[in-house]
Every structure is written in structure tokens, then in C-alpha cells.
């Protein structure tokens, strides 16, 4: 990490970029000609009503879809040139995802979970590293079934961050959390941002986050309506919401 | 173990009913597969190192008398190996504590050495010593059903002189590996014909062959063609009585062996076919549900970067894992089930030697089978799994599209309560897992069928043959030809009630090219001691001329009522006459060419003759009969109906049963696995639903019977079908045993169609019983918490 503060490197590059989904006979324009540039360890909060484009955007910025129109720059890699192999090494080697429903695997435990994600990365943590980083370490070998909502979604941030990802992408985290859980949660991944300088993107729709972010892209249908810098980063235990 | 390894134990270990129970149907397939084969191999094997090591010949002929000289000539015959001549004569035998007499094949050994061809193995005693012409070796089975032992003496009529014969050993020949008489007798009857062996000087002088032979035995040498053989022996025999030669293939014994062995190569395809196309049904229709249940997880470990490949191989490992538990145990069943058949049938066939392998070939196939149904049953759904988009398998699963269904479209929704509205809908709308359900427990129901089609169609054809066909209780065959008044003498023994007579002559029967080697039977044109019946058991009338042949002899020679047969005798004068096929008959063994009795006489140009007769006995007089019988030195052999139906119950009876048993648990293992798996499926998709509706106050009772009625309803189209399928199946087989030495009938009794409901019916209500079980636990509030 040389001298992010100074002279930050762009991370991710959008230009012009569109998503049309074809629904039997309708067409729906989830993203409409998108221009967007991300730096390196931003953290990043995306706000809009449902229905926005939020995922979708993520999607794409994680390799997990691929836009109509437009092209997708990741550290000077065409991600719209990409093959679906190429997609998959990237999501594999720089990206880390949170989902709403933390998606653990049911049958395994949360050590098992994160190695999971661990033994197919090229310079992981230890899987018991990850879940300390998420205050976890008590809770190794519990199964999903065993913990609470809160509690999974630390073990999902930690199956994200343990191999180190270049950038972290959150579909609303605390979506299916209370106040209080939603709190500790977003603690993890500002945590992680400032540790390892990690990119992070956080998709919400709810507007007292945005408190925390570097910068706040503001989306309504499908379209980037605002840009805006935080001079004042507000830690995520004092959010109000 | 890697976490995604773990991820697929525990996946299995959570749905180990129904994988057990798949991997049972894999292991029934893999059992008769490895079973079946093995034992084919070991007894193809046993058989040819048998035949080898005891130098089994390869082409037989009986002749009427030719000088030793001949023997030369023989040899000479381009492509002859080796060559033996014999002596070889039907004799009555009179076996102490028997009262019926029994037929002996006496054949000629040389004293000083074992014999060139047809070498025969001693199972006790020794051979026989030169100059002693009373002493005999006696064939096992012979000695067996008689319990005669060494030392034994047995009474013989030889030549017209009373002789007693000692046992000084006994033996087994690849040539008699099934004593069998031949002519009307095509199966074993141990007790009343067995095979003597005994010194050729003895013999000869006995029945005045002295320096010539009556039988000859050969070998071909490598590269040999067999029909120039045979038709340069024939030609040389032809002046000495020759009765046409044959090759080793029409050889009765081993023509039996060869069918029974040829039934277990059946057996390798179909059953393990059947039961692995169920297996590969059962295995997608799990694995589809489980990536449905699994789509998040999936999109997941592609969004965390695991390639396609790694996702494919996972679930593949799946399904492998299933089948090769499957395929382990089926082995290791049917090594060992394989093992204890061979030696069954090594011991029935009485091998002296008995080789079981099963070669890599045998486990290897087991296990290239299993792999290959794994891949056909899981493929669709795991090219499902790894082309799902991970964005796209992020998002909820769009819920079931519901349209109005045939029921609603024909306004017949009134008639139908909710709960059996839910079921109909359901099934209409995957009615290609429906009809997939359908399929596998209509094969299950067809497998029953078959096995049972087996038991059925030989009792018929034992009614047919001992009841309908042959209604004589006795028949007696004379050593040769006899004047017609002999009938009288026949009328006049003891306790016979009714006598008709009968002419039979060897023959070829030739229709353009084909050509089969056979005999003529003449019978008396109102016969009612032998019937002549057509496929409704009607009696076929025999024309004063022409003849009247078996279907299946028709078939061989392809021919139709109104041909012109050529004929071709192989006694006396061996005239060539011209005969018109006159009718056919449905006569279900055998095949045999009928003539009136004097038309017969006629085509041979001799005087009223007659060859044997059918006797009814009163059964109070049967013994005097016996007793009478072992001394008229011109009769050569006896057999009765009783005799005949027994051994050939004992024989086939037991196989059958056998057979029904392992079917019934074959089906049993389908059926219920089948259903099982698909309402335990149906559980798990619906589990919400039917929570759902027991939170709005339906009883257990009532969605058990959403569930299972769904099933019930499955079952009950699928039997018909499968009653189908079965018919299918037994016509078929009934097509493949259309044999020379019987043929099955295409019949189904309704006893067969009852047996197979209740089976399935039976296995059913278990499985049904075990998922009413899980849906009383069904956990209302941990299932309505699970989103989908
Ligand atoms: N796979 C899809 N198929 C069809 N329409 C889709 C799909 N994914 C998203 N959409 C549509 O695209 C629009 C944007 O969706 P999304 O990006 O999920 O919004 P957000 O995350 O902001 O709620 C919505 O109208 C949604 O219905
Ligand atoms: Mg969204």
C-alpha cells in the first residue's frame, strides 16, 4: 500500500455501461449508460431505492455478470473482454462478496466455511485469522444453523476478506439485521477496509449508512444521480439510522 | 478432506434413506450382472477345459454295422483328427429293488487302455480289466438315483440272453454330462436311463460285432470344414446303415449344457440393464433436487471463484459416490452369489472339474456400468448446476408456474376436493418426473411379470405335453422293427388297458436347401394315446397321406401345409421319397414329422411294421407289467409319462422358484425405492406448502394423503403399463425359447397379474408408511423459517 493517501489508483472503470434483462416480451433497463470510477481502498457506499440497479451494478463489478453495452475496467483488465474462465480467476484472486442472506453453506461449519473459500485462494489468512478479524474466534466450528443472523454475516465477511481480496463487494449486509447487529457488522468491514486497505463497496438503501463511506453514489432507476465525497468519516458505532 | 468433500459427506449423510436405497437398486443391478457373467464365464470355461481334457469328439454317428476295417477310410477323410468306433446298444436293465425296469446305453470301452475320444473320469472304483466281460462302469447319476454302489450287480437282457453285469466303478463322460435317451425323451430321467460302460470284446460278442462297429466318434483336425466331414461320413456310412452324422453343436448333452449356460448370458443384459436404467432415473431425480435446494450455494462457490469444472465434479462425486457404494456391495454380492451358482450348476452338471474366475474383466464392467449410469442419471442435472449464472442463481427461484389444469378445462374441478385438486395440479405440471415414476415402478411391475411368466408358461407346457399330447402311461420301444401282429402280444400283457402302436424311422427331412435330421413318426389315424393338437388344444386330424409336422420344424425347414417335403430314410433300403406337408401341429417340445401309420409303411414299402407302442396301464397291474417287460429281450427301452413329467419338474421346478424369489426381491427393492424416492422428493419440495397448510388447521391425515395420494395415483397408472410392459417382456422371452428341444407359450394367467399387484401393492404401502412417518415429524415453524 504506497502512499494511498497522495496519489490513489483507480481501481475500477465504468464506461457507459448498460444491463438490459429481456423479461418474456418486456425488456427491463436495470443500468443505463453508467459512468463510474473507483479508487483504491475507498470506501464506497452505493444508495438507492429497490429496484435501482444497485446488485446489478455490483454484479458486474464482481465478474458475477456481465453488462449488455459498455466496458468494465478492473486495474487495467477488460472485464467485458473477459471469458467466463477469466471471470471466474478474478472473482476467485481479487474479489470478496457479502450477500444479504450471508449465503453460508448449510452443512459445513464456519471454519469450514471460510476455508472453503481459503484453500482455492493463492495467499489466504488461516481460516481461524479471518474469523478473529470478525470477533468470531469463539465460534469455530459451529454450523450456520447454530448462530444468529449477526453471526452468520461475520463469518460471511470473513469467508470474503480471508483471502485477502483486492476489493470487497457488500449486497445489502445488514439487510436482514437489527440496529444493534447491523452496527457490529458494518464495524467488520470498516475494520477490514482500514486494515488491509481493501476496496470496499456497500450496497444499501438506507441512508443513515452513508455516513461511513469516502464517497456516496446515489442511484435511481438505473441511473447514477449523485456523487458524493464525505469530508468527515463517521465511525459505524456512532451511525444512527 | 477439502471443505467442499466435506460439504458432499454431509450431503450424503443427511439424505442416507434414499441413497440406500438407490445404491440397493445399483447393487441388485451389479449383483446379476456380476453374478450371472462370472458364473457364465466359469461354466464356459469348466466346460471347455472338460470337453478338452477328457477329448469330448466332435462329430457322432450311429450306423447300423460296419466292418472295423472302415475305420481306415474314416480317417483318410481330409480334416479328421482323430477317430473312435464303437459299439453302442440300448439294453433293458433290470436294477435290483426296482420294479420298473430301466434302459441302459451300454458302450463299448477298449480293455487295455482308456479310450481315444469320449474318455469318461471315475469317481470311484476302477476301470475295467480285460477278459472280464460281466464288469461295468455305471454313470453317477445313474448310480445315484438308483443307489446302486460298488459291487453292485445289475440284471440285463443282452442279446436275447439273461446276464448279470457287475459295477466295478463309477463314472461321469462329457458325453453324458445329461443322460438323456434322445428320440421322444429329451430330458433326464436318471432313474430309468443311465449309460454302462463295458469291455468292446464283451460287447461285440454279445451282439455279434465282432470285428465291426455300429458307432463312430471323431475328431477334426485344425482348420477342418465340419460339413465336408459330415458329408463325406455320411457318404461312407450310407452303405452300412449310417443314421446321418452330426456335429458336436446337435449333440443332446451339450446342447442342453449350451442352452443353460447361453440362459445365464441372457442374464447379464437385460435384469442389469433394467435395473441401472432405474437407478440412473432415481439418481436424477435426487440430484435435480438437490441443486434446485442448492442453487445459492451453488451461485456462491462460483461467485467465491471455484471454476465450473470443480462445481460438475462435485455433484458428479455425488452421484458416484451413491453408485459405486452400490456397485461395491453388488460385487462383492455377486462374487460371491456367482461363486455358489457356478458351483451349483458344476455340481447339477456334475463337472469333475470346477474353475470359478472372475476375471478383472467382470469387476471392471461392473464398475464401468455403474460409473456409466451415474453419469447418464446425474449429467442433465449437473450441466444444470455448473451453466446456472451466478447472478442469476442469487435471486430466488421464480415460483412454480400453476395453469388450469385438463380437470379445470373440462369444468370437472367440482368433483374433486382441494386436497385432490392440489394433487392433480401437481402432477400435471411435471409430468415428466411423473411419467419417469411411472416408468420405474411399471419396469418393477414387468420384472415381476416376467419371473413369473417363467413358472407359468412351463406348467402350461407341461400340461400341454404330459396331459393334452401324451396321455399313454407307458411306452416301449422295440429293439427293431416288429410285424404289426406283435401288437397283439402287446395287447395281451399284463395290466394293459389300451395299446396303440407306432412306426418311427430316422430320416432327413430336405426343403430346398434347408434340412433338418430327424425321424418319421408313423401313428394310427385315430390315436388317443398321442394326440396331435393345434395352439387351442383341438385335435389335428392325420391324413391318410402326407405329413403333419411340429410348427417349429416347419419354421427350421420353411415350409407351409401344401410343400413337398424330400425325405430321406436312414434304415433298410434308405429310400428317397417325395411327401406333401399335409398340416402343422403346436406341439410345444421336441419336433417330430407324423404320418399314418400304414401311409408310412407304404413310403418304406414294407409290410404292416410297427417300432414300439403307447400303453394305458391299470395302475393296479402296473408292477406285473414291469416285471414282464425286463424279460422281453426285444424290447430296448421303456420310459413312462410319470417318469418324464417328474424329471422335468425336478429340473426346471427348482430353477424357477429360485428364479421367482430373486425377482420378487429385485421388484420389491425397485418399487419401493421408487417410491420412496419420489415422495420423499415431493416432501422436500412442498414441505412450506404442506406446513402451510397444516397451520391453517389441515389435519395430518389429510395432507399425508395430499402427499401420498399423489403416489397412490403414480402406482396406480403405472400397473397397467407395466402389466403392459410385462406381456412385452414374457412375448419376448417366449420368442427367444422358441428352441428346437421346447418352447415356451406366451401365457399370463391372472394369478400372475394378482401376485404382481400384491407385491407392489406391498412394497408400496411400506414406503408410504415410512414417509407418513417423517411427515408426522414435519417441524411446522422450522419449516416456515427456511427461505426459498
Ligand atoms: N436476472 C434478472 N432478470 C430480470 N430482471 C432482473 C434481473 N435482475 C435484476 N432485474 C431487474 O433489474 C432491475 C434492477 O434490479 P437490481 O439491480 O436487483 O436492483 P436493486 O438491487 O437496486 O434492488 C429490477 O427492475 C429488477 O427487477
Ligand atoms: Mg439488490
Known amino acids: ?241 | 478432506m477439502n471443505s467442499l468433500d466435506r460439504k458432499l459427506f454431509r450431503d450424503l449423510l443427511r439424505q442416507w434413506g434414499q441413497l440406500i436405497a438407490i445404491a440397493l437398486v445399483v447393487s441388485c443391478g451389479i449383483a446379476s450382472f456380476v453374478m450371472s457373467l462370472s458364473a457364465y464365464d466359469s461354466l464356459k470355461f469348466t466346460k471347455t477345459t472338460y470337453y478338452n481334457q477328457y477329448r469330448f469328439a466332435e462329430v457322432f454317428a450311429s450306423l447300423k454295422r460296419a466292418p472295423e476295417t472302415l475305420s481306415d477310410r474314416i480317417t483318410e477323410i481330409p480334416g479328421v483328427g482323430q477317430v473312435q468306433t464303437r459299439i453302442v446298444v440300448d439294453v433293458i436293465l433290470d436294477v435290483p429293488e426296482k420294479e420298473q425296469p430301466a434302459t441302459g446305453r451300454m458302450i463299448s470301452l477298449p480293455s487295455q487302455q482308456h479310450p481315444m475320444l469320449n474318455d469318461i473320469y471315475i469317481r470311484r472304483g476302477r476301470y475295467i480289466e480285460a477278459g472280464r466281460g460281466d464288469e461295468v462302469l455305471v454313470s453317477e447319476s445313474f448310480a445315484k438315483a438308483n443307489n446302486l454302489k460298488l459291487e453292485d450287480t445289475l440284471g440285463a437282457v443282452i442279446n436275447g440272453r439273461w446276464q448279470k453285469l457287475r459295477i466295478v466303478g463309477i463314472a461321469i463322460s462329457p458325453e453324458y454330462i445329461y443322460e438323456v435317451r434322445g428320440g421322444a425323451s429329451l430330458f433326464p430321467d436318471n432313474e430309468r436311463f443311465g449309460i454302462l460302460w463295458m469291455e468292446r470284446e464283451a460287447l461285440a460278442t454279445a451282439f455279434d460285432m465282432d470285428g465291426a462297429f455300429n458307432n463312430v466318434t471323431l475328431t477334426l483336425s485344425r482348420g477342418a470344414s465340419e460339413q465336408n466331414v459330415i458329408d463325406r461320413l455320411d457318404r461312407i456310412l450310407e452303405r452300412y446303415g449310417g443314421l446321418g452324422a452330426y456335429p458336436r453343436e446337435d449333440q443332446l448333452s451339450n446342447h442342453i449344457v449350451d442352452g443353460e449356460i447361453k440362459e445365464l448370458e441372457g442374464m447379464t443384459t437385460v435384469i442389469p440393464t433394467l435395473f441401472l436404467a432405474i437407478a440412473a432415473f432415481l439418481l436424477h431425480v435426487v440430484l435435480s433436487r438437490l441443486i434446485a435446494t442448492q442453487r445459492e450455494q451453488i451461485a456462491i462457490l462460483k461467485a467465491f471463484g471455484y471454476t465450473k469444472a470443480a462445481i460438475g465434479f462435485h455433484y458428479l462425486k455425488f452421484v458416484m459416490a451413491i453408485v459405486l457404494f452400490g456397485a461395491t456391495l453388488g460385487t462383492i454380492l455377486g462374487l460371491w452369489m456367482g461363486k455358489g451358482l457356478t458351483e451349483l450348476y458344476a455340481e447339477f452338471l456334475r463337472f469333475p472339474i470346477f474353475r470359478y474366475n472372475a476375471d478383472w474383466r467382470v469387476v471392471f464392467g461392473a464398475i464401468a456400468i455403474s460409473i456409466f449410469g451415474a453419469i447418464v442419471g446425474g449429467l442433465g442435472s449437473v450441466y444444470k448446476a455448473v451453466s446456472l449464472p451466478p447472478a442469476v442463481a442469487m435471486r430466488p427461484e421464480p415460483p412454480p408456474e400453476f395453469k388450469p389444469t385438463l380437470i379445470e378445462r373440462w369444468g370437472l374441478q367440482n368433483l374433486f376436493s382441494p386436497a385432490g385438486r392440489i394433487i392433480l395440479r401437481n402432477l400435471e405440471r411435471k409430468p415428466l418426473q411423473a411419467s419417469l415414476s411411472i416408468l420405474g415402478i411399471a419396469l418393477a411391475v414387468a420384472i415381476l411379470i416376467t419371473g413369473r411368466y417363467f413358472e407359468d408358461a412351463v406348467t402350461y407346457l407341461v400340461d400341454v405335453q404330459f396331459r393334452h399330447v401324451q396321455r399313454e402311461d407307458v411306452t416301449i420301444v422295440f429293439n427293431e422293427p416288429r410285424p404289426a401282429r406283435t401288437r397283439y402280444e402287446v395287447a395281451k400283457l399284463p395290466g394293459v388297458v389300451q395299446s396303440e402302436v407306432f412306426r418311427s424311422v430316422p430320416a432327413k427331412l430336405r426343403f430346398q436347401h434347408y434340412q433338418h435330421r430327424s425321424g418319421l413318426t408313423g401313428i394310427q389315424a385315430n390315436a388317443e394315446l398321442l394326440r396331435l393338437v393345434d395352439r387351442s388344444l383341438n385335435t389335428v386330424n392325420l391324413p391318410a397321406d402326407g405329413v403333419v409336422l411340429t410348427k417349429k420344424l416347419a419354421e427350421i425347414l420353411h415350409v407351409q401345409p401344401g410343400d413337398v417335403l424330400t425325405v430321406e430314410v436312414l434304415e433298410a433300403d434308405r429310400p428317397v421319397r417325395s411327401i406333401p406337408v399335409v398340416g402343422l401341429v403346436d406341439e410345444l417340445m421336441g419336433l417330430s414329422a407324423y404320418m399314418e401309420i400304414n401311409a408310412l409303411n407304404k413310403l418304406m414299402r414294407e409290410g404292416q411294421t410297427i417300432s414300439g407302442a403307447y400303453l394305458r396301464v391299470d395302475a393296479n397291474l402296473a408292477n406285473k407289467l414291469y416285471t414282464r417287460l425286463k424279460e422281453i429281450p426285444a424290447v430296448a427301452a421303456f420310459t413312462t409319462r410319470q417318469a418324464a413329467l417328474d424329471s422335468f419338474n425336478e429340473i426346471s421346478g427348482k430353477n424357477m422358484r429360485v428364479m421367482t424369489f430373486i425377482l420378487v426381491i429385485f421388484a420389491s427393492i425397485i418399487t419401493f425405492s421408487v417410491v420412496y424416492n419420489s415422495a420423499r422428493i415431493a416432501l422436500s419440495e412442498r414441505s412450506r406448502e404442506l406446513a402451510s397448510l397444516r397451520i391453517l388447521g389441515f389435519t395430518r391425515a389429510e395432507i399425508a394423503f395430499i402427499l401420498l395420494g399423489e403416489q397412490a395415483i403414480l402406482i396406480l397408472l403405472a400397473i397397467p403399463i407395466g402389466f403392459l410392459l410385462g406381456y412385452g417382456f414374457a412375448a419376448y422371452m417366449s420368442w427367444t425359447y422358441n428352441q428346437e428341444l421346447f418352447r415356451l407359450p406366451l401365457i399370463i394367467t391372472r394369478s400372475a397379474y394378482a401376485f404382481t399387484f400384491l407385491v407392489v401393492s406391498i412394497a408400496s404401502v411400506i414406503s408410504g408408511f415410512i414417509i407418513r412417518r417423517q411427515l408426522n415429524n414435519l417441524d411446522l415453524i422450522a419449516v416456515l423459517k427456511t427461505r426459498e
Open chain 1, 1 to 241: 500500500m504506497k502512499g494511498i493517501e497522495t496519489q490513489q489508483q483507480t481501481v475500477f472503470r465504468m464506461e457507459e455501461v448498460s444491463k438490459t434483462y429481456q423479461m418474456g416480451e418486456v425488456k427491463v433497463r436495470a443500468l443505463k449508460s453508467i459512468n463510474l470510477e473507483l479508487e483504491e481502498g475507498e470506501l464506497i457506499v452505493l444508495l438507492g431505492p429497490s429496484g435501482s440497479g444497485k446488485s446489478t451494478l455490483l454484479n458486474i463489478l464482481g465478474g458475477l455478470d456481465v453488462p449488455t453495452e459498455g466496458r468494465v475496467w478492473f486495474k487495467g483488465r477488460n472485464l467485458t473482454k473477459a471469458s467466463d474462465a477469466d471471470l471466474t480467476r478474478f472473482r476467485r484472486e481479487c474479489v470478496g462478496f457479502v450477500f444479504q442472506f450471508y449465503n453460508l453453506i448449510p452443512s459445513l461449519t464456519a471454519r469450514e466455511n471460510v476455508a472453503l473459500v481459503t484453500e482455492i485462494a493463492v495467499h489466504p489468512m488461516r481460516p481461524r485469522e479471518a474469523l478473529g478479524l470478525v470477533g468470531l474466534d469463539e465460534r469455530l466450528d459451529h454450523f450456520p444453523a447454530q448462530l444468529s443472523g449477526g453471526e452468520q454475516q461475520r463469518v460471511a465477511i470473513a469467508r470474503a476478506i480471508a483471502k485477502r481480496p483486492q476489493v470487497l463487494l457488500c449486497d445489502e449486509p445488514t439487510g436482514a439485521l437489527d440496529f444493534q447487529t447491523g452496527k457490529r457488522v458494518l464495524e467488520a468491514i470498516e475494520l477490514v477496509n482500514k486494515e488491509l486497505g481493501t476496496t470496499t463497496a456497500i450496497i444499501t438503501h438506507n441512508a443513515g449508512i452513508a455516513a461511513m463511506a469516502d464517497k456516496v453514489i446515489t442511484m435511481r432507476s438505473g441511473e447514477i444521480t449523485d456523487i458524493q465525497r464525505n469530508l468527515v468519516k463517521v465511525k459505524p458505532s456512532q451511525l444512527e439510522w
